[in-house]
């Protein structure tokens, strides 16, 4: 086969890859909701935390270590920080994971409590099941910053 052939097919077969691909997302598109619409935005969030507040306060396992904080200064950090994760128009101007956790001796059924009443809160504001493993899975990464014990 002529060495120009040769390109030419190599290009047509590269086109043809394209157009595949091109195929391919346009099948497969990426979530068209982001996690943050998912959760509600600011709002849909900040409603999450309240119902977070209120398990936590309930919870024996974690309740002792938040008394005496400022509730409102939580519920506003928290949310949004909780948007930022998300992907939300949010800056969180709060202390950083680990200054904020260090003295207060975190176990790992503590942190795991948290977690638990963070779904339990989303599942109370009908919040999808996959954007609840998401958000989760964007907060995974501060546990190095909040157990510590
Ligand atoms: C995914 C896990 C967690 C996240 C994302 C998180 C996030 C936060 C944020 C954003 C604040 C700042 C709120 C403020 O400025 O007042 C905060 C404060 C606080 N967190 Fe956590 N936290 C987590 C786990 C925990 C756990 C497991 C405990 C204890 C059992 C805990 C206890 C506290 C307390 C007591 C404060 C208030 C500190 C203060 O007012 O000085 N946190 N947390």
Known sequence: MPHSNCKSMAAGLLITAALFLTGCQALNPEPETSLY???????????????????????????HQFKGMDVAQFHRNLTDQLCELS???????GRKMRELHADMAITNTQ??????NLILAMEDNDIPTGAQNRLIKQLLPLYPDIRNL
């Open 37 to 63: 619409q998912q959760l509600g935005e600011r709002e849909g969030i900040a409603d999450v935390v309240e119902d977070l507040l209120y398990l936590i306060v309930e919870d024996e396992r974690i309740n």
């Open 87 to 93: 992907g939300g128009p949010c800056t969180y101007t």
């Open 111 to 116: 942190f795991n409590a948290l977690a638990e």
